[in-house]
């Protein structure tokens, strides 16, 4: 992520949580945090049950963000922000609190004369890990259309571009889908599933390779040693930590979609 | 191949469908997935922390060294660049990469207690890492990232308390302090878990071949064999390391070691000068009449030898000492008489070449001394002449420490340090170093010099190491430099720490 689409990373995501931007360059950004923002970042536990006890006035913080640092703001008593420092971590983490799941309809359009039916769908974004002394990560997202079971990859990308409401615009309606959606999670778990196992895990291979060298090395050091020290068990133990393949699937977010368009 | 999965999402996904939870908002719906689109890491090589720390800017020979250390060694190694160099932050790099990859929950960093915070202000400032101090009062449990000193943590009931947890990556500092395998440290360390683990030292060899075996033998047992092969190779004698060649592959396949000059980076020059001198007529009679002392402990015989190479405070002090467990009236008497002359003597003809060094320089200098007497007897010479200098040594609390390092820096011309003084201080405002007394390790020579010699030194730096001749300092140059020959062999390169092979006499 550049400054710049952290910057507006920031501010949509302040937006979105109702907090007041008080005051906003390129560079930087004071907002006003609401009480509920406040307790969820500012770790500040024992001040809130104090107001919320004592009746004292919730005085919610303001936070300064520096998303571009210039001369004009190194005059600003303010936080740093940028890829990878805690500040952004936090906000991240609370963003995917409050992104998990969504039921979106899309908008008929203008001048539709016409009754406009959409079609369900079952949108979920997965994240997969392979990790053994290193990792790999992979992004899927599948969309399965719950009238017909057809599955497609890049859903997200797809409906992104789509205008789209939480709540049915009149004049609009849509079916009731043929497949419960718990079952169609069940199907496109199987569909990750397939994906993971047709792919190239030579990477398994190769961290056995390492595991079992290391653990050659390992039983070398102790031939011939009569009382075989407890060190010994937990260096082998530590070998076979260090070296151990595992494969998880994520979900990141998902929801139910319902859509005009024809997705393919 | 077992897959995991959770099934958290799924749960929230039904309360959704059955109405008892509200649907989440369409914006950071978007935003999350974007968010996890940046963070995603795509291969299993190549470095991802560089791109988290956007403010911290690593140089080629550090990113590489920590590269190396994941892909090529899978995560266990030894750092060992040259002093200066950055073996921090290659640590650091490390640390990070491994908690950004999800592969460390965990690191237990161990340093000495003097360097300790100084790790948990970097770790916390340039990689924004939250190492905090160890404290027996927290919960371990909630402490991902610890730092403590290994001096602490062998002790109970720190030592359980910090076996208990499951520490995934284990950093050691300063880890030459580990070359005896007989210590309470090195146990410590041996019984730890370790799944990852860096140590850290610019000096992997100190005295000879088996401390770099003890270190590896923690790191990665049998990498080198076990004991006796290792010993029935290289024990023969221990000064000529047979089939080096072999040795130092195995070595490279746990080590990364960067040198100043191979770093790409423009470094000043390290100017290293043996200042041989003579001793006066005067103390030339003491010093055989020292020499020809019957004393049964050759090792206190060493050491007047070496005092009296230092200064005349020095020696008195230990003559003293052993003046008064000693019986025999005759050698009372010799000491007695060894003592009447020391006070009759001038002043010592190695000060008067310092004084002459740092009047030469006419700029900032350090001294290293092995000895606390002639810290003092060097600061009342320099008094004399109108030299201000502060004392500098391990011992000083961390406060004391910065504190008199402001006052070199801002009020004294020569910083006078005993040898523990030498870790841990960085002097870059200073470019002269006068190695007073020679150690008998020459890596203690190379921390010295380091303190002034890394990055962020501007200037060319003087290094002058004075040995009196025909003195116990002849043998302990020669030592010095077969020392150095072994580490060459094994491990490598070595910057010029004795003399810079154009030996100067001035």
Request: negative net charge.
């Amino acid at each position: 992520m550049r400054q710049q689409e952290i910057h507006q990373y920031i501010q949509r995501f302040f937006h979105e949580n109702k907090c007041r931007v008080l005051d906003e360059s390129y560079d930087h950004m004071t907002v006003q945090l609401t009480i509920d923002m406040d307790k969820r970042i500012m770790n500040r536990p024992y001040y809130w049950s104090y107001v919320e006890s004592g009746g004292v006035e919730p005085n919610p913080a303001k936070l300064t963000l520096i998303t571009n640092p210039s001369q004009f703001s190194a005059s600003l008593a303010g936080e740093r922000i940028h890829f990878g420092s805690p500040r952004l971590h936090q906000l991240f983490q609370v963003t995917k609190e409050q992104g998990a799941f969504v039921q979106m309809y899309e908008k008929p359009g203008q001048n539709q004369a016409t009754q406009v039916t959409l079609t369900p769908w079952l949108g979920v974004n997965y994240k997969i890990t392979y990790s053994s002394d290193r990792t790999k990560e992979m992004l899927y997202s599948l969309g399965m259309n719950l009238m017909n079971g057809a599955v497609i990859d890049g859903f997200q990308e797809s409906v992104r571009k789509l205008d789209l409401a939480p709540s049915v615009s009149a004049n609009t309606y849509y079916l009731p889908y043929n497949i419960p959606p718990m079952r169609a999670l069940n199907r496109l778990e199987e569909v990750m599933e397939n994906v993971v196992n047709q792919d190239d895990h030579t990477w398994v291979d190769e961290a056995k390779q390492r595991q079992v060298r290391d653990l050659r090395v390992l039983d070398y050091f102790y031939t011939g040693v009569e009382d075989v020290p407890e060190s010994y068990a937990m260096e082998k133990k530590a070998i076979e930590e260090q070296y151990e393949t595992t494969i998880r699937i994520e979900i990141i977010n998902g929801g139910l979609f319902y859509l005009k368009t024809p997705l393919v | 191949m077992r897959i995991e999965r959770s099934t958290e999402w799924k749960e929230g996904f039904t309360e959704r469908l059955e109405n008892r939870k509200e649907w989440d908002n369409w914006t950071l719906y978007q935003m999350c997935y974007d968010m996890e689109r940046a963070k995603v890491i795509p291969e299993f090589h190549g470095l991802q922390s560089p791109k988290h720390l956007p403010n911290l800017t690593p140089y080629a020979h550090q990113l590489e060294a920590a590269e190396t250390v994941i892909e090529r060694m899978n995560g266990k190694a030894i750092l060992a660049d040259e002093v200066g160099l950055g073996k921090t932050i290659e640590a650091g790099l490390v640390l990070k990469e491994y908690l950004i990859r999800g592969l460390v929950k965990k690191a237990l960093i161990l340093a000495p207690a003097s360097l300790t915070n100084q790790w948990i202000a970097e770790l916390n400032q340039k990689f924004h890492i939250p190492a905090i101090a160890y404290n027996k009062k927290y919960n371990l449990d909630h402490c991902p990232i610890v730092v403590t000193s290994i001096d602490m943590a062998k002790r109970s009931p720190h030592k359980e308390m910090i076996y208990q947890q499951e520490y995934d990556l284990v950093i050691i500092d300063e880890a030459h302090k580990l070359k005896n395998p007989k210590t309470k440290n090195y146990e410590f360390v041996q019984q730890l878990k370790k799944k990852f683990c860096l140590l850290l030292t610019a000096t992997p060899i100190q005295n000879d071949v088996f401390e770099l075996f003890n270190l590896i033998s923690l790191l990665k047992p049998g990498h080198l064999g076990n004991l006796e092969t290792f010993q029935s190779v290289f024990s023969a004698s221990k000064h000529h390391v047979e089939e080096d060649e072999f040795l130092k592959e195995l070595i490279q396949q746990v080590m990364v070691r960067n040198i100043r000059h191979e770093t790409g980076i423009e470094w000043t020059n390290r100017l290293v000068q043996i200042m041989p001198l003579d001793f006066t007529e005067q103390e030339r009679v003491i010093y055989s009449m020292i020499s020809k002392l019957p004393v049964s402990d050759s090792f206190t015989l060493l050491t007047l030898q070496r005092e009296m190479c230092s200064s005349q405070l020095a020696a008195v002090l230990t003559l003293e000492k052993l003046h008064q467990t000693t019986v025999q009236p005759e050698v009372r008497f010799q000491i007695e008489e060894i003592l009447l002359k020391l006070t009759e003597l001038d002043i010592h003809s190695k000060s008067k070449k310092a004084l002459e060094l740092i009047q030469k320089a006419d700029d900032k200098v350090i001294i290293f001394t092995e000895y606390r007497a002639t810290q003092a007897y060097l600061q009342a010479v320099l008094h004399a002449k109108g030299i201000t200098s502060v004392l500098f040594n391990g011992k000083f609390s961390k406060n004391k420490r910065e504190w008199m390092k402001q006052l070199f820096q801002n009020n004294a011309q020569v910083l006078i340090a005993t040898e523990s003084g030498s870790e841990g201080i960085n002097l870059q405002f200073c470019h002269h170093v006068i190695n007073y007394d020679l150690p008998w390790n020459p890596m203690k020579l190379e921390q010295r010099i380091g303190r002034v010699h890394r990055l962020g030194q501007t200037e060319d730096v003087h290094i002058y190491n004075l040995a009196i001749q025909q003195s116990v300092e002849d043998k302990m140059v020669e030592l010095l430099e077969r020392k150095i020959g072994v580490f060459e062999k094994v491990v490598g390169e070595l910057d010029h720490i004795l003399t810079d092979g154009k030996r100067s006499i001035s």
